[in-house]
């Protein structure tokens, strides 16, 4: 983690110390999750490809014409006894297995049927289906809110890392070999400082980007964004993301509910509940023929009873539409296109398509690799170059300059970040807390951390 250069002159060099400090303090606390973050992430860039390989035993199972899609539910309610209809998937292509999502005590289930023989295939709960533990793992670490929280936190403090990396790697002057491309042939130890410095240089936007786009999934930002859009609305469109506990999450995605109302069953309603499954034989040709973007839902009434709402849930989120369909009468009650959503909405769908690789395949998929296997490197050499450069005896952060002050600058941009990034203001001033405890009362401590200068 250590730059080869000389440090610059005081009192340059006591703020370029300053900020060496933060970058090494963020390091320590964040590395292991940016390796955690991008091997995950990296799985779940290639969803499109894995889910159906995945399932490819559900594809192409008939070649016989296919039964209503009322007794198709009907069967699939019958393999999860006491259960309630959360959503219907339309098939991929003619012959393949329908996909019935079905509610019972709070838990989500994914039901394969066969159209032609109604027969149950398969039956699996949506939270332990792979992409969705992979999810999970990426998101929460399958912990729920705390997990949230702390893959907030991580990410807080790898933006920070990030950004005082660009500061303390940027070239002061014309010499652009070792920053912009490496210096082969001179050494290991020159190596690896290059891997470093020039990884970082060429993925820190990118992985600026992938920390900030997913923002809005976690729990504490994701929840004060919300707050935020809600007050400010002009009209109630409900959020096309989700926050907070991974049950929540799951549940949300699962039903691709198209409105407010969820009461926090599972995202089935008491009209989902008593609704009459004979309107899916109207409903689901009129959903065929719309032609969506796969995958296509057909959920059952939220809101009002008989209206049923036939919805994209393509993970190209501007390619997201919707239509609420009147099930007893087969009228379009209304239609809404990603264009229609909020701008704030529009945005944000923007970012997550980005973040999961999908606005422009393949294309945003590679970038995405791109970005995943620049921090697995980047990780990789900062834990070599500590290991390699740490004093005996000591954590090997930056020795503090004594009676050293922030400057405004500095302080300006510090509150800045914090403000913008709560959890990573609050574990700063506590970090600067237990510095000062540590200082004062701990001299072993300030020996391992550097806290004085010898």
């Not at 250590?2 to 440090?7: D, H, K, N, S």
């Amino acid at each position: 983690m250590r730059p080869a250069e000389p440090l610059p002159a005081a009192p340059r060099q006591a703020l370029y110390r300053l900020i060496w400090r933060w970058h090494f303090y963020a390091g320590i606390f964040c590395l292991p999750f940016v390796l955690w973050l991008a091997c995950t992430g990296l799985i779940y860039l290639f969803k499109p490809q894995l889910e159906p390989l995945l399932e490819r035993r559900f594809a192409a199972v008939t070649t016989q014409a296919a039964q209503a899609p009322s007794r198709q539910v009907a069967a699939a309610l019958g393999a999860v006894p006491g259960s309630v209809l959360h959503s219907y998937e339309l098939p991929g292509s003619a012959g393949d297995a329908v996909r019935i999502l079905v509610a019972r005590d709070g838990e989500v289930s994914r039901v394969f049927v066969d159209p032609a023989s109604l027969k149950v295939l398969h039956t699996v709960a949506e939270n332990d289906r792979f992409m969705r533990v992979v999810a999970q793992l990426h998101g929460e670490l399958r912990l729920g809110s705390s997990g949230s929280l702390l893959v907030e936190l991580a990410a807080s403090w790898t933006i920070l890392m990030l950004l005082t990396g660009l500061y303390l790697w940027w070239p002061r002057g014309t010499a652009w070999r070792g920053v912009v491309v490496p210096r082969l042939g001179s050494g290991s130890r020159v190596f690896w400082r290059d891997l470093h410095a020039v990884t970082g240089l060429w993925i820190s936007l990118f992985a600026l980007f992938l920390l900030l786009s997913g923002l809005p999934w976690a729990k504490n930002w994701g929840g004060m964004l919300k707050s935020v859009r809600q007050a400010y609305a002009q009209t109630q469109v409900a959020q096309d993301w989700t926050t907070g506990s991974a049950a929540q999450r799951d549940a949300v995605l699962a039903a691709g509910r198209a409105a407010a109302g969820h009461d926090g069953h599972a995202g089935v309603s008491a009209h989902a509940a008593t609704a009459d499954l004979s309107q899916l034989d109207r409903i689901v040709p009129l959903a065929t023929a719309a032609r969506l973007a796969v995958p296509v839902l057909v959920v059952p009434p939220v809101q009002t009873p008989a209206q049923w709402t036939i919805k994209s849930d393509a993970a190209n989120r501007p390619l997201r539409a919707e239509i609420v369909v009147d099930g007893r009468s087969g009228d379009v009650v209304r239609r809404s296109a990603f264009a229609e959503r909020p701008l704030l909405d529009r945005f944000i769908g923007y970012g997550i398509a980005i973040h999961e690789g999908q606005l422009f395949p393949p294309l945003n998929q590679l970038l995405g690799v791109f970005t995943a296997l620049g921090l697995i490197v980047l990780s990789t050499s900062a834990a070599v170059l500590w290991w390699r450069r740490r004093p005996q005896g000591m954590l090997g952060a930056p020795p503090r300059v004594n009676g050293m002050r922030y400057p405004a600058a500095c302080i300006v941009a510090l509150v800045v970040l914090g403000t913008l990034l709560p959890l990573l203001g609050m574990s700063m001033l506590l970090v600067l807390l237990l510095e000062r405890l540590a200082l004062r009362h701990w001299p072993r401590a300030r020996h391992l951390l550097g806290l004085a200068l010898p």
